[in-house]
């Protein structure tokens, strides 16, 4: 009687971070937000008649849309950072230089995110 290798069939090793589908439908989550901020953003522009700062200043002071821009900007930085993990994960092959750019990248996210709420709520 032959046996089965040990990493065929149900019992079969798997190795790996198995990020596929959830970070395919998180990228698609968050491009419909981006999309629905844009669409919202250019018919405030369009249908408005208060093109000064005071104008953009009063748009952004309410508190819905300033929570909203939060919400799109961090799903901004998630997009970004799917897609950027993948390219340094796909051409870069040294570990340490790619746990490095990684890094780099990670720091570079947070700092725009923190900056992101400073703009949004130092009004």
Known sequence: MATTPKNIGQRRLVV???YGMRDWLAQRVTAIVMVVFTV???VSFLTGQNFTYEGWAGLFARQWFKLFTMV???GL?????????????????PVGIRLTLQIATVLWLLACAAWTVQILWSV
């Open 72 to 74: 799109t900007f961090f």
């Open 16 to 18: 790996g971070a198995h």
């Open 40 to 42: 919202i953003l250019l």
């Open 77 to 93: 930085f998630y997009h970004v950072w799917v897609g950027i993990r993948d390219i340094w994960m796909d051409y870069v092959k």
